[in-house]
């Protein structure tokens, strides 16, 4: 005769202790265990690798373009980043630091205007931005100001029929923009790699005073260029203040005489630049 084994049934098994932890209780006991900076260590160094090797093949140079002998960045291709004239540092665009923010999983998580001054004559802004992480917790915060004394405003001053009051849009754009791309920097600590501060001609003309309505030396000469002779340079649009800069320095026959009015035509050409390229400024 055939032993027949039964089955145990459910209730006969044993049934594991139940236990409940306070989640207080195990996050002090986690921070009490001694940092392991062997481990820390080695994450460091695959999580470093990791980003240069993002920054590598995932960002993309802006293309340049030779201008009055410095090389600048093209207006409407500066991509991700470029690098600062006349430094040996890149400068991280709008667009970069949103591919970086993507990376490490942040987000723009809140927005405050923490001063604001707007009058014809002037009008000036703070901006701070929060970013959150994937949990929506902090993940660091960058205070940046814009002004309508800068260059690019002031070379815009037709813009805003010179009362910039109705620039304060621009501005508190361009200084939340700033501080987003600021903030990108500072919380996933590559600073030594890029920076978001304003280019080395915007940084000079913020010492300078704002160039008058009609400066000297911006009139062309009359009897040449056409309908333009005599005119004030600024009143001259772009694609014809090209061919009057490339008459100036190629086609005369004497091109030191006319280098003062070439000179004030670049000048001219870099400031619309600087304006037309707004979306594209890092900062």
């Given at each position: 005769m055939t032993a027949v084994t039964r089955r145990p049934e459910v209730h006969d098994l044993p049934v594991p202790e139940q236990t409940y932890r306070d989640p207080r209780e195990v996050l002090a006991e986690k921070?009490?265990?001694?940092?392991?900076?062997?481990?820390?260590?080695?994450?460091?160094?695959?999580?470093?690798?990791?980003?240069?090797?993002?920054?590598?093949?995932?960002?993309?140079?802006?293309?340049?373009?030779?201008?009055?002998?410095?090389?600048l960045p093209k207006a409407g291709e500066m991509n991700d980043y470029y690098m600062v004239p006349g430094a040996?540092?890149?400068?991280?665009?709008?667009?970069?630091?949103?591919?970086?923010?993507?990376?490490?999983?942040?987000?723009?998580?809140?927005?405050?205007?923490?001063?604001?001054?707007?009058?014809?004559?002037?009008?000036?802004?703070r901006v701070r931005v929060t970013l959150v992480d994937q949990y929506h917790r902090p993940a660091g915060s960058f205070e940046s100001a814009c002004s309508s004394q800068e260059r690019s405003f002031q070379f815009a001053k037709k813009k805003y029929?010179?009362?910039?009051?109705?620039?304060?849009?621009?501005?508190?754009?361009?200084?939340?923009?700033?501080?987003?791309?600021?903030?990108?920097?500072?919380?996933t600590a590559t600073d030594e790699i890029f920076q978001a501060?304003?280019?080395?001609?915007?940084?000079?003309?913020d010492a300078e005073p704002p160039p008058p309505a009609e400066p000297t030396g911006l009139t062309l000469p009359k009897g040449k260029f056409g309908k333009w002779g005599g005119q004030p340079i600024s009143a001259v649009p772009t694609a014809d203040l090209e061919k009057i800069y490339k008459f100036c320095i190629k086609e005369v026959k004497n091109p030191k005489t006319w280098a003062p009015i070439a000179d004030a035509v670049g000048e001219e050409m870099d400031a619309r630049r600087l304006t037309e390229s707004d979306d594209d400024l890092p900062f």
């Open positions: 921070l009490a265990q001694p940092a392991d900076l062997e481990r820390a260590l080695e994450t460091y160094d695959r999580n470093r690798k990791a980003l240069m090797r993002f920054i590598g093949t995932h960002l993309i140079e802006a293309i340049y373009e030779d201008k009055n002998g410095k090389k040996t540092v890149k400068a991280l665009t709008k667009l970069g630091a949103e591919k970086l923010g993507q990376l490490f999983r942040f987000a723009r998580g809140d927005t405050q205007v923490t001063h604001q001054v707007c009058t014809k004559e002037l009008c000036e802004v029929d010179g009362d910039f009051r109705a620039a304060l849009n621009d501005i508190v754009a361009r200084a939340s923009k700033r501080a987003f791309v600021q903030a990108v920097i500072y919380s501060g304003a280019e080395p001609e915007e940084q000079r003309a």
